[in-house]
């Protein structure tokens, strides 16, 4: 399909978004760099609705300008991230937040050079809120442009080169949100909804859109059995902050591998189960009275205002359960 083709189809796209477009979103509804910056790395790994219902608004009420990111202290940055995940995300975010002093550069260049910001993502701020015209290459749009081009294998680079020859330069922030909600909503990963979209007259998989991209085959994901262990001693539990790379920053309690659960002391709480994107956790909860090896021991009030992991609140929820 000749480039000067693609103009029926930016036409149709422009159509549909104003017919379409979910306009009302709020970060489509302001100027503000910070705010534009702040779903795009809520959005990665997360669906709008969960960013929308849970997220969004009560991280902007607690921080409501990128200055006030840059003076928090990083738990308290966690703490509004809790339950999100990916929490990275939330690290790059607060150091971002200090390099820059709270202003955010307005040119992707700029942008791509900062912790945790991508190609994608620098592309898609300097676009929203400083209207660079560029296109962008999320998860979504990868797979229009594997189906458009009829792809089952691409390189990044090679992906980023169709995505500029689809791109429509003069309507570069209408095209760029289109080509979200179109993955999201019409030309889905499942059940592709072909006779609407506004890029089926030149889709050139549209025959059989789930060819495009080739599958790859699914592993199967890794179990981890590891010991919760709890200590405590007057009424405070002992929690030490995470260095690793995965939850680093966050609160939890302690993991062990193996550990002798033959111990008198030992009260067995019980078990969950907690899924991370590679591996799934299957935790043994133990209680253990033990005297000031730990240096931080908080009360259960206390452990509400820190930041903690998805397994570590469901460690805690067993743990209050027993003490009810």
Aim: proline content about 4%; overall charge positive; aromatic content about 12%.
């Amino acid at each position: 399909m000749k480039k000067k083709s693609y103009k029926t189809i930016h036409q149709n796209i422009l159509t549909w978004y104003k017919q379409h477009g979910r306009v009302t979103l709020p970060w489509r509804n302001t100027t503000s760099a910070y705010e534009i910056y702040l779903s795009e790395i809520m959005l990665q790994q997360t669906q709008v609705k969960t960013v929308l219902e849970r997220f969004y608004f009560p991280f902007l009420k607690r921080f409501p300008t990128f200055k006030d990111v840059a003076s928090a202290p990083i738990d308290d940055v966690l703490k509004a991230w809790e339950g999100l995940g990916y929490y990275t995300r939330a690290r790059n975010l607060h150091k971002t937040a200090q390099v820059t002093q709270g202003i955010l550069p307005s040119s992707a260049e700029k942008l791509e050079e900062l912790s945790g910001i991508g190609k994608s993502t620098a592309h898609a701020v300097a676009c929203f809120a400083f209207n660079e015209a560029l296109p962008i290459l999320d998860a979504n749009v990868k797979r229009i442009l594997y189906r458009f081009f009829s792809l089952k294998k691409c390189t990044t680079k090679e992906l980023w080169a169709y995505a500029y020859k689809l791109f429509d330069k003069d309507n570069a922030y209408i095209y760029n949100q289109t080509m979200m909600d179109i993955g999201s909503i019409i030309c889905t990963h499942k059940n592709p909804n072909c006779t609407v979209c506004p890029f089926e007259s030149g889709c050139q998989g549209k025959s059989n859109p789930l060819l495009y991209p080739e599958k790859k085959a699914k592993k199967t994901k890794p179990t981890r059995k590891h010991y919760m262990v709890i200590y405590h001693q007057n009424k405070k539990y002992a929690l030490r902050q995470n260095e690793s790379k995965l939850l680093g920053g966050l609160w939890g309690f302690e993991q062990h591998e193996t550990f002798d659960i033959t111990s008198k002391n030992i009260t067995q709480l019980g078990v969950f189960t907690h899924h991370y994107t590679h591996f799934r956790l299957d935790a043994n909860v133990l209680l253990i009275p033990k005297e000031s090896v730990h240096k931080s021991y908080f009360t259960l009030d206390e452990i509400e205002e820190l930041a903690l992991s998805g397994a570590d609140r469901k460690a805690l929820s067993i743990l209050k359960t027993y003490l009810r």
